[in-house]
């Protein structure tokens, strides 16, 4: 199929949709598009909780790809939305987003998939790979992390070597915490957002994106902020998930997906990573390359945590050649 402009291709939507029951009260909305006779392809999206969008379809050929999307728990489409502070979300861990994939997996008929994830989406990927190597074809990764605790903590505290003034303020937001270690801030900011008085969850919401779009403001992008930017209700999801993952490590061992990619042997993977990401410093990309034989690093040497027009030209380029032939 022809390119878009822009370099990625046409928009289009959905020819099917629904909610999947995955247990415990909770339904997750997936959708699929291209050509249903394709390569599969799931796309993992970022946050946690943030929900996918639109644009990640735009990076697969649909006339090669059949792609699936799905928003994870308790964010975007899926219920009960983590906005509510009603909803239950002990059941929302990185176990839990593990067996929806793969419920989603037999539920859709597929028996191995290519595995798109950026940011949070890398480290769901990586681990529902590890736990599953057998289900997935290939992987391209963007922005990689893995979440350990020493990259959450850079993210939370190590980078306000660059933003102290911003730090200072998102430390004031929480003077309950027991000290300035991350784990006590980050724990700290998750009991807010769990908070029955709706100022204190919006407080707590504004302080952690405020912090989220500082770490970030060095990068050359459009549009609306990219935390603070968000509709109210979608910020209150994903601030409320993601205060509740990193302050609890994502409930993994520490290096644990990289100590275990071996597990990702004879998977071909694609790894794309811009060198100045602020958020998710290169190293962590660097050495799951190492660990994992079968993954190229690209380095986009001027792009940070969003990525630019190289960082799409890369994506664009690994997702076509794991496409398989193309017909013209």
Same mark, same amino acid.
């Given at each position: 199929m022809d390119r878009h402009p822009d370099d990625k291709y046409p928009p289009i939507e959905p020819y099917e949709h629904g909610m999947l029951d995955v247990g415990d009260g909770n339904l997750v909305y997936w959708e699929a598009c291209g050509n249903p006779a394709g390569k599969p392809a799931l796309v993992v999206h970022?946050?946690?909780?943030?929900?996918?969008?639109?644009?990640?379809?735009r990076y697969f050929d649909p006339d090669r790809y059949r792609v699936v999307l799905f928003d994870q728990r308790n964010c975007g489409r899926s219920a009960p939305h983590a906005s509510d502070p009603a909803a239950d979300l002990r059941h929302n861990t990185t176990d839990h987003l593990i067996a929806d994939m793969e419920r989603l997996r037999v539920h859709l008929g597929v028996d191995t998939w290519l595995l798109f994830g950026w940011s949070w989406g890398s480290t769901l990927a990586l681990a529902y790979?590890?736990?599953?190597?057998?289900?997935?074809?290939?992987?391209?990764?963007?922005?990689?992390?893995?979440?350990?605790?020493?990259?959450?903590?850079?993210?939370?505290?190590? $980078?306000?070597? %660059?933003?102290?003034? &911003? @730090?200072?303020?998102?430390?004031?937001?929480?003077?309950? =915490?027991?000290?300035? !270690?991350?784990?006590?801030?980050?724990?700290?900011?998750?009991?807010?957002?769990?908070?029955?008085?709706?100022?204190?969850?919006?407080?707590?919401?504004?302080?952690w994106c405020a912090w989220e779009d500082a770490v970030l403001s060095l990068e050359t992008y459009t549009g609306?902020?990219?935390?603070?930017?968000?509709?109210?209700?979608?910020?209150?999801?994903?601030?409320?998930?993601? $205060?509740?993952? %990193?302050?609890?490590? &994502? @409930?993994?061992?520490?290096?644990?997906?990289?100590?275990? =990619?071996?597990?990702? !042997?004879?998977?071909?993977?694609?790894?794309?990573?811009?060198?100045?990401?602020?958020?998710?410093?290169?190293?962590?990309?660097?050495e799951l390359a190492k660990a994992w034989p079968d993954a190229e690093l690209t380095v986009i040497a001027d792009a940070g945590h969003l990525g630019g027009a190289a960082t799409t030209r890369a994506v664009l380029a690994a997702l076509d050649g794991f496409g398989g032939p193309q017909d013209r």
């Open positions: 970022g946050g946690p909780g943030s929900g996918c969008a639109e644009w990640p379809r790979a590890e736990r599953h190597p057998e289900r997935v074809s290939e992987m391209v990764i963007d922005s990689v992390t893995t979440s350990r605790r020493s990259e959450i903590d850079w993210l939370y505290r190590g $980078a306000s070597q %660059f933003f102290p003034d &911003a @730090w200072d303020v998102f430390r004031a937001g929480v003077p309950e =915490a027991a000290s300035d !270690a991350t784990p006590d801030v980050l724990a700290a900011y998750a009991r807010r957002t769990e908070s029955p008085d709706p100022e204190v969850r919006a407080r707590a919401t504004a302080d609306p902020p990219p935390f603070s930017g968000r509709p109210g209700r979608a910020q209150q999801a994903l601030v409320r998930i993601c $205060a509740r993952y %990193f302050s609890r490590g &994502a @409930w993994l061992e520490e290096g644990q997906l990289i100590r275990d =990619a071996g597990r990702l !042997a004879g998977i071909p993977g694609a790894l794309v990573h811009g060198r100045l990401d602020m958020g998710g410093p290169l190293t962590t990309a660097w």
